[in-house]
């Protein structure tokens, strides 16, 4: 973790010996604390989409998980995110504490993989209707950067469906192997059925990242930067999938720096780009601490 949050303290030393910190400051202060509380409560609430959708995805694959359970382990996850690295570690806390509530451990992690593979494809998907959208607006680098993503995906996706081609060939394991094996098959089996369900939860996947593409275009405007929210549904998801990295702690510094790249061909200074993902980045901490004391509080009223 110190390491993690030595990167982040590199990452923004490099950016602020590129960007005016007076022009930072200015950015930073155009935002009033009423509208930087409205936009805490709206990514707290707009994460109950999340809580559907992971809870949709477990429970095809057979967890049975209640939705105040789903929405507690969830919103842990969020406190999880601010000390691990990047979202995947709030993903591990989410889904560790499910499997103690749920009726199969198996179905907890498969659905919870699945879904946030689904995450990262809408992630993808999100930004590839922007750059649709902005067909000569896009430079030659936003391009390569929107192709490195569709091909890491698609690498993903085949690696996805070699793993899928060998399920066949697991009753030719050892008996001991195949035992131990049955519950993750059975979770398999469930989700496969269910090809609608996987179809709902990446559209939610979509909506969700689209959303929060939308209250961060919001908080931009706020702060001056007048584009297009079009542009953000380009720019924000690539500097989201950035963020994934583990190199620094909670992705801090890393979308801050994919953001200032990023928006550099669309005329947005290097500033009012740092300044959104500052911004959006402590709303990103105080939900995953208003997150953590929301879940604790659903334990205590479960246990009373």
């Given at each position: ?37 409205a936009?805490?409560?709206t ?13 949709m ?6 967890a ?21 690295p ?51 607006a896009?430079?030659p ?13 698609a ?24 035992r131990?094996?049955?519950?993750p ?15 709902a ?8 990242q ?59 200074p ?6 959104s ?6 709303v ?19 246990r009373?």
């Open positions: 973790m110190l390491l993690r949050v030595l990167g982040s303290i590199v990452v923004l030393a490099v950016l602020l010996a590129f960007v005016p910190l007076d022009e930072l400051r200015a950015a930073l202060a155009r935002v009033p604390a009423m509208i930087w509380l936009a805490l409560a990514y707290l609430g707009l994460h109950l989409i999340g809580v559907v959708k992971w809870r995805m477990m429970n095809g694959a057979g049975g998980i209640s939705f105040r359970d789903t929405v507690r382990c969830y919103y842990y996850g969020l406190f999880g995110n601010i000390f691990l990047s979202i995947v570690g709030g993903d591990v806390v989410r889904a560790g504490l499910a499997t103690r509530l749920s009726h199969s451990k198996s179905g907890v992690i498969l659905g919870s993989l699945v879904d946030r593979t689904l995450d990262t494809v809408g992630l993808a998907a999100v930004a590839g209707i922007g750059m649709l959208l902005l067909p000569t896009v430079d680098r936003s391009r390569t950067t929107f192709m490195a993503v569709v091909a890491f995906m690498l993903a996706g085949v690696s996805v469906l070699v793993v899928l081609a060998m399920v066949p060939w697991v009753r030719r394991l050892p008996y001991r192997v195949r131990k094996l049955v519950p098959r059975r979770a398999y089996l469930a989700l496969r059925r269910q090809p609608g369900r996987l179809l939860s990446l559209v939610l996947g979509m909506l969700l689209g959303l929060l593409v939308l209250l961060n275009a919001w908080l931009g405007q706020v702060m001056g930067m007048e584009i297009s929210p079009v542009v953000w549904l380009f720019v924000w998801p690539l500097a989201k999938i950035a963020a994934i990295l583990p190199i620094t702690q909670g992705g801090v510094g890393v979308r801050e720096g994919a953001l200032v790249v990023l928006f550099q061909p669309f005329g947005v290097a500033a009012a780009a740092m300044a993902g500052l911004v959006f980045t402590a990103v901490m105080a939900g995953g601490l208003v997150g953590g004391a929301i879940a604790f509080l659903i334990g205590k009223w479960s009373s």
